[in-house]
């Protein structure tokens, strides 16, 4: 995802093995729809790294020296796609869990507003 206009991932590396089963997916996505992918994201660079022996991952490493590592273990070439497309339109922050349900800038005073409010 772009941040005024910049987008946030950097570099996707693709790391498979050639010969485990478990990369089968990755081996087909990197014939079939690696080539389009870096077509339509000339500012991404994407490198190919072979790890003989270990599960294929992808990860995606951002502007703000955060990184993504997505494990890709038997899934198909689409599946794969769709996480290599997850992890350009990410920003690359932490994911924060929220303390409450509601979250604004200036709390009331009185308390918010339930269903189960009398009156």
């Known amino acids: 995802m772009s941040l ?13 093995c050639n010969w485990g089963g478990s990369s089968r997916g990755i081996r087909a996505f990197m014939e ?3 080539p389009a992918f870096i077509e339509k994201n000339p500012q991404l660079e994407v490198v190919t790294e072979l790890n003989r022996g270990y599960h294929p991952f992808l990860k995606g490493l951002y502007k703000n020296k955060n990184e993504r ?3 890709v273990k038997n899934m198909t ?6 996480c290599a497309t997850r992890l350009r339109n990410a920003q690359g922050r932490k994911v924060v869990k929220l303390k409450t349900r509601h979250v604004t800038k200036h709390p009331s005073v009185q308390g918010t ?6 009156m």
């Open 113 to 118: 507003w339930t269903t189960a409010l009398k």
């Open 77 to 82: 070439p689409e599946d794969v796609l769709d």
């Open 32 to 34: 079939s729809h690696l």
């Open 69 to 71: 590592v997505v494990c």
């Open 4 to 16: 005024r206009g910049v987008w946030q991932l950097q570099k996707l590396i693709v790391s498979f």
